[in-house]
């Protein structure tokens, strides 16, 4: 009985750090795409660790085998230092937020019950419909621009394939408060 309960204990830990493994690696690769969008370093390196703090492969339960997993990270204007982060799969979807805590000088990571994304907006993108999103994008953006980053990470038999894309925040009042 106890060489099961090890064989279970080792399991589950391998699991775990696979799926870690997982994690940054492809917080690498979107840290690397991200720079590529002109934005502060700052900015880059505390999404990096964000993604990294918020566990977000084991936060969805993510299938390894047979999963779509779609990160939104949203860059704040430039007078704010919060950052928002939603992910989704099939399963869940996950909203996170990066706040700055004045007091102790270091960013604090709080669960978010709201969506910070409409649902309309979730499904264009789980939908991956790319042009949809440009065209309202440049056709509806808002005063202060915030650019949020898109990445799709398709899992097949633990093997994975990363897509990006980018836009400018906007905002279609008969699309998305009609959700409310």
């Given at each position: ?8 204990l ?8 696979f ?9 690498k ?32 339960k ?36 990066y ?63 990363i ?7 906007y ?10």
């Open positions: 009985m106890k060489k099961i309960f090890l064989v279970f080792l399991a589950i830990s391998i699991s775990f750090t799926a870690n493994c997982f994690d940054k690696k492809i917080s690769s979107i840290k690397k795409y991200e720079s590529n969008i002109t934005c502060s370093k700052w900015k880059l390196n505390n999404f990096y660790n964000f993604r990294n703090d918020v566990d977000i492969f084991n936060k969805l993510v299938n390894l085998d047979n999963d779509t997993v779609y990160i939104v990270d949203m860059f704040p204007t430039a007078e704010s230092i919060n950052l928002n982060l939603s992910a989704w799969n099939s399963k869940r979807i996950i909203n996170y937020e706040k700055y805590d004045f007091a102790k000088r270091k960013y604090a990571i709080d669960r978010s019950k709201d969506n910070y994304l409409s649902n309309y907006k979730i499904n264009l993108i789980s939908n991956w419909n790319i042009e949809q999103i440009k065209i309202e994008s440049q056709d509806n953006q808002l005063i202060e621009k915030s650019v949020n980053t898109v990445t799709r990470i398709i899992f097949n038999n633990k093997k994975y394939k897509d990006f894309f980018a836009f400018d925040e905002f279609i009042l008969e699309k998305e408060l009609l959700e409310i």
